[in-house]
Structure formats: structure tokens, C-alpha cells
């Protein structure tokens, strides 16, 4: 049966809880949740295979799960503070993690061991590897500091002064652009060529003050080009559109899409690769917490896109990203506030972690279908006296 901490409630009409991970002998945050499933060869769609997860808690592990079939398959150990971010190869083949130890670790995930330890100048609040080279990543600190690393040599390649710590970092799809947001609510934009340095290009401030905690970027537009504000006096700078407030017609090359700690997530517009305007926000409960959201990566049979975000008050918000401030779905089922959300690339499953412990994926039933929005979900329990081992029980409908 579910465990106390955590009772069943009736599942949202679309998806319903498919898995819980809990941690028992104490409460660590899970600081991060990724889906990563690609698809082996010969495999046109869907999605094919195991499934891994990440976990990032605050004590310094990391979990790695096939939340499909076996359960918990690895626990890696190494950091001895909390793993703020971890980011996957582009071959799934090993991950690159950053923690408050003032540390990056490079794991073999087939291995299963830490193959490289990076010393860091000062705790890593954020990290990205380059889509297109694997071997350069980009890291935030806590003091005003950005970083482009090698990851063969783990030596810094580049270093940018910043005004305020860097909560946040994200690359474009080509590796040319990096998106970095700081702790006072200013995005900026920076290009950079291989071997070369950064230069910036242009920066936003969306809300003076009112840290980014979350960016994500999709080279795909949003909906129509309308624009709209979230704040009477938003800053932009390095760019022919200095006004949030003017309407284009031309279509929008991308988006990203930002957390602020202001009660809000800010939807913009990425113009000519290097110039942000702000077009429209939504309401989630976001006021102290590092919480993410995620762009759906499926918009083919879709007018527009769609993105989940975690919020405070526990549950993770679906929203369509063309119509503001109206939610397509609202999930419950955590009890303490949500801090990270990933989707699997087939937009089949959904990952939520809160700051107490619990991870849940949720599937998408065919209620649609069949009219019944029961599912069954397997309970896998994190014991730490068992060196990370899960225990399935019996399934158990939600």
C-alpha cells in the first residue's frame, strides 16, 4: 500500500503516479530529476528499451533507475554535499555533476564509478554540456562567476566576471549561444565560438531582484507572435527591440522559457539567436525554492507547446504556452513543495521530485479512451541500511 507520508489521491484524468522513490531514515531534497531514454537502433518511435533516472539529493548521491522494469540500478557516490545539477552525455554514456563541495564528477554510467573529479573555485550551483562537443560543459557558482571547462583536462577554458551569482546556465541547440541567469533577475546572452571567448550580446532583466532559478531553451516557437509584459518596466539591452511591449509579426526562430522566484515563469522569445523578449508569464507558487520547468519536446500534432513546472505548493502545473495563465492539467500527488520536472522524449512519461525525498512518474492513461483513470503503480522504496537496494512491492492502484 502507499506509505503514510504519502496517500493515494485520485489521479488528474490524463496521468496518473506510475512510480514513487522515497527515502526512509531521514528527509534529503531531491534536487533534480532527468528522463533520459534514447532510442536504440532501428527504433522509428516511442519509446523503446529502459528507462534511467537521476536523482540528485541533498546528501550527495545520485540514483540511477530503470523505472520500467528492474528498479534502482546504481547508486553513485563521491560528492560530500549536495549535487545541485547533473547533465547527460550525448550518448547517455557517462554524467557530468556539480555540487556545493566546491566540485564537478565526471561518471561512467556503464561502469558505474566517477572517472574525473574537477575542482571548482567555489560551490556549483549549475552546470550544461555543449550539445554539439561533449568534451566542454559550462558551469554557474555561487559567486558571480561563469566558466566553460574541458572535460578531458578539467581545465577552465573560459571565465566571465558576473554582478550576481549564477543561478542558472543553458545552451541554444547549435552550442553558439549561452543563456546564464543570476540571482538578481537578469538573464544574459552570450556567444561563443570553439576555442574562443564569450562575448556577450545582450542581456534582460524580467524582475529586478526576483532570482532566475530555471532556464530551459527549445528551438521552436510558442504560439503566436503576440508579446505581452510581466513587469511595467522590463530592461533590455544589446539589441534593435528594446521594447518588451512591441507586437511582430515575424516568427519567433525560438523560446526559453525561466523560472523567477516572483510567483511566476517567464516565457520569451528568442529573436536572431542572441536577442530575448519577454512575451507572456504564468502563475505557479514560486517564491523561495530552486524550482524548474521543462518545455515539451513533442509539438508536431500540436498548434502549440505545451510545459510542465514544479511550484511550491506541491503539485506540478501543465500549461500551454500560447494561452497564458490557463492550465491544461494540474497534478497532486506530492505533499511538499516540487522542485524539478523531466520529460521523457516521447512526452509518455513525466518525472517530479520534491524537497522531501520523494520522486514521482507519472504515465499518460488512456482515459480518453476508455473512460477509466485507474492505473497500477509499483512502489520502489530507497533503504539506505539496504546500500541503496529497492524492494518492489505489489502493485497498487492509484
Not at 28 to 38: D, F, M
Not at 310 to 338: C, F, N, Q, R
Request: aromatic letters at 6%; proline letters at 6%.
Amino acid at each position: 500500500a502507499p506509505s503514510r507520508s504519502c496517500p493515494p489521491r485520485r489521479p488528474s484524468p490524463e496521468a496518473v503516479p506510475l512510480v514513487r522513490v522515497r527515502q526512509r531514515g531521514g528527509v534529503w531534497a531531491v534536487q533534480g530529476v532527468r528522463l533520459r531514454a534514447p532510442p536504440p537502433e532501428g527504433a522509428a518511435d516511442g519509446l523503446r528499451g529502459s528507462l534511467l533516472r537521476e536523482v540528485c539529493p541533498q546528501r550527495g548521491q545520485i540514483y540511477l533507475a530503470d523505472v520500467l522494469g528492474a528498479g534502482l540500478t546504481a547508486v553513485l557516490e563521491g560528492h560530500t554535499a549536495a549535487v545541485t545539477e547533473v547533465d547527460w552525455s550525448l550518448s547517455s554514456d557517462y554524467l557530468v555533476s556539480g555540487s556545493l563541495d566546491k566540485s564537478v564528477r565526471v561518471w561512467d554510467v556503464v561502469r558505474r564509478a566517477c572517472v574525473r573529479v574537477i575542482p571548482t573555485p567555489f560551490p556549483c550551483l549549475s552546470l550544461r554540456i555543449h550539445p554539439v562537443n561533449n568534451n566542454v560543459f559550462a558551469v554557474g557558482f555561487s559567486a558571480p562567476q561563469l566558466r566553460l571547462y574541458n572535460l578531458s583536462t578539467g581545465k577552465a577554458l573560459v571565465v566571465v566576471k558576473e554582478k550576481k551569482p549564477v543561478y542558472c546556465v543553458e545552451w541554444d541547440t547549435a552550442g553558439e549561444v549561452l543563456f546564464s541567469a543570476d540571482a538578481g533577475g537578469t538573464i544574459r546572452v552570450y556567444s561563443w565560438e570553439m576555442a574562443g571567448a564569450l562575448r556577450l550580446r545582450s542581456l534582460i532583466t524580467v524582475f529586478k531582484d526576483k532570482p532566475v532559478t530555471s532556464l530551459r531553451f527549445e528551438a521552436y516557437h510558442c504560439g503566436p507572435a503576440e508579446l505581452t509584459t510581466v513587469d511595467s518596466n522590463p530592461t533590455l539591452q544589446g539589441g534593435p527591440s528594446s521594447s518588451a511591449k512591441e507586437t511582430s509579426a515575424e516568427v519567433p526562430e525560438a523560446s526559453l522559457l525561466a523560472n523567477v522566484r516572483s510567483n511566476a515563469v517567464v516565457l520569451l522569445q528568442v529573436r536572431r539567436k542572441v536577442e530575448l523578449v519577454v512575451r507572456r508569464s504564468f502563475p505557479v507558487a514560486h517564491v523561495s525554492q530552486f524550482c524548474k520547468a521543462r518545455l515539451c519536446p513533442l509539438v508536431s500534432f500540436r498548434t502549440s507547446a505545451c510545459f510542465a513546472s514544479a511550484s511550491e505548493d506541491g503539485a506540478v502545473y501543465i500549461y500551454d504556452a500560447s494561452k497564458p495563465k490557463v492550465t491544461v492539467m494540474k497534478l497532486v500527488g506530492h505533499v511538499s513543495a516540487v522542485l524539478d520536472v523531466s520529460w521523457s522524449c516521447d512526452e509518455s512519461l513525466l518525472a517530479s521530485a520534491d524537497d522531501q525525498g520523494t520522486v514521482v512518474v507519472w504515465k499518460r492513461s488512456r482515459f480518453l479512451e476508455t473512460g477509466n483513470p485507474s492505473a497500477e503503480g509499483l512502489d520502489l522504496v530507497l533503504d539506505e541500511s539496504d546500500s541503496g537496494s529497492s524492494s518492489a512491492r505489489s502493485a497498487v492502484e492509484y
